[in-house]
């Protein structure tokens, strides 16, 4: 049994706008939401990914006030 080793993607094939939702991977309906150019799969992967963002800038602004 050989052990293949591991690939790098290229950039084309990291992009989450190709490949899935940038929160939970799944693949796009019809409809594809966008939050700051990044593509997402649902209303709840928005809320999700917003939330996201807001706490990395609480954290970010409690990390320049210390």
Known sequence: MSVLPERRLSESESCS????????????????????RTALCSKKCVDRFRTRSERDRQ????????
């Open 17 to 36: 706008s190709l490949n899935g939702c940038a929160v939970c991977g799944g693949k796009f309906g019809l409809i594809r939401y966008y939050s700051w």
């Open 59 to 66: 954290w970010l602004f409690r990390a320049q006030v210390a």
